[in-house]
């Protein structure tokens, strides 16, 4: 890590005299980000100078080692965010220049101020939103009405920029969905190593009658959960999806009696299913309350966003997204909020002493965790909804 936090230091170096900052100072502090990020290290930085305002950023340094990437069958998280600043990020924002999109209807991301591609020691340098007055969205919490709906419509947005450079630069989209698209094959591969330990912290965590209808669910042909695997493979090869579309990937702050809010970590994007955002943000980011009476409500909301995204590109949704093939999609993964319930959920709640540890003796399916008590609430509350929408 020393020399991790070395390369960052020069990195930050280099930003100080491409900012112009002369005779500069530069403090640094590492930060937690109380479970919410796995695969880095976290940290502050200040940079002064005489008759400039302090520049304020935020790093991120991979703390993934060689051995963990070695027995990890997925790309590496630093070579998709790389990729996303440094190429994908600039196509998106030229659209939105060419179509003159007002402020209020951009996907906000943070500013790249630098970057390292080194080996082992990757390095993002962006914007500090925290000292902008963003917050994180505490994961711990379910969000409400008013947070879901803009973080679909932030969502929508997205999807819609990538339908856009596709519709503006085939050839550049090709290129970008290529390098981004996910090898199914080597999920599959790790799919029956991590099963056994998630079903059984699932079946564990079910309460009363719904460990029963939970067995009967992973008995099911073919196996359910590699319908989450299905969602890498795109059913539309014109969408790039975020992955990872979850709260704590969120940051948002109160302007103007107004909910704002930044998507980050591009770490997973990739050519996919945008059902697999939408699903994912649903059942990480509410609970069984809120789905009993919003869920339906949340996924036609969805699609109207799109459409409207759409517009400002002078693009009809039914000639790239119909309607019908997004009803179709949704009754296909009709089980997939389950799906994630069991596969993702219990690591977005984890608690922060039991998150997995990247070193020498870390194993594949170190990455599924013990269900937190709150994990334990939130799969029963999924289950619940299932059995009241017929589906289980």
């Given at each position: 890590m020393d020399e991790a936090k070395q390369t960052l230091l020069d990195l930050l170096e280099k930003i100080a005299k491409e900012q112009k900052y002369v005779n500069n100072t530069v403090d640094l502090k590492e930060v937690s980000a109380g479970g919410s990020n796995i695969t880095s290290a976290l940290f502050l930085s200040t940079i002064r100078a005489d008759d400039k305002p302090d520049l304020k950023l935020f790093a991120k340094v991979a703390l993934l080692n060689d051995h963990v990437r070695k027995i990890t069958p997925m790309k590496c998280p630093f070579t998709t965010e790389l990729y996303f600043y440094t190429k994908l990020k600039k196509q998106y924002e030229r659209i939105e220049?060419?179509?003159?999109?007002?402020?209020?209807?951009?996907?906000?991301?943070?500013?790249?101020?630098?970057?390292?591609?080194?080996?082992?020691?990757?390095?993002?340098?962006?914007?500090?939103?925290v000292a902008q007055g963003f917050e994180n969205f505490d994961r711990q919490q379910p969000a409400d009405l008013e947070y879901v709906t803009a973080?679909?419509?932030?969502?929508?947005?997205?999807?819609?920029?990538?339908?856009?450079?596709?519709?503006?630069?085939?050839?550049?989209?090709?290129?970008?969905?290529?390098?981004?698209t996910m090898d199914t094959s080597i999920i599959e591969e790790m799919t029956p190593i991590v099963k056994p330990k998630m079903v059984a912290n699932a079946l564990a965590a079910a309460k009363g009658e719904n460990r029963e209808k939970l067995e009967k669910f992973f008995k099911q042909e073919p196996c359910q959960l590699l319908k989450f695997t299905d969602t890498f493979r795109s059913k539309n090869r014109n969408i790039l999806v975020h992955g990872v579309f979850k709260p704590n990937n969120l940051m948002h702050r109160r302007r103007d009696g107004k909910l704002e809010i930044v998507l980050m970590d591009f770490q997973l994007v990739f050519d996919g299913d945008p059902l697999r955002d939408l699903l994912y943000f649903i059942f990480t980011a509410t609970?069984?309350?809120?789905?009993?009476?919003?869920?339906?409500a949340m996924l036609d909301l969805y699609h109207e966003r799109l459409s409207e995204a759409l517009r400002r590109f002078q693009i009809d949704v039914e000639t790239v997204y119909p309607e019908s093939m997004y009803r179709a999609q949704l009754e296909e993964y009709s089980m997939l909020g389950l799906t994630i319930a069991v596969t993702v959920l219990p690591l977005v709640l984890v608690e922060e002493e039991d998150i997995p540890k990247f070193d020498d003796d870390y194993k594949m399916d170190d990455i599924v965790v013990q269900?937190?008590?709150?994990?334990?609430?939130?799969?029963?509350?999924?289950?619940?909804?299932?059995v009241e929408w017929g589906l289980l």
């Open positions: 220049d060419k179509h003159n999109v007002i402020e209020d209807h951009r996907v906000r991301m943070p500013k790249l101020y630098g970057c390292c591609d080194e080996y082992l020691s990757e390095t993002l340098v962006l914007e500090d939103l973080a679909i419509d932030l969502m929508a947005k997205f999807h819609a920029l990538s339908l856009a450079f596709h519709d503006d630069d085939p050839v550049s989209f090709k290129e970008a969905s290529d390098t981004l609970d069984e309350a809120f789905r009993r009476s919003h869920y339906h269900g937190s008590k709150l994990y334990k609430e939130r799969l029963n509350g999924v289950i619940n909804n299932y």
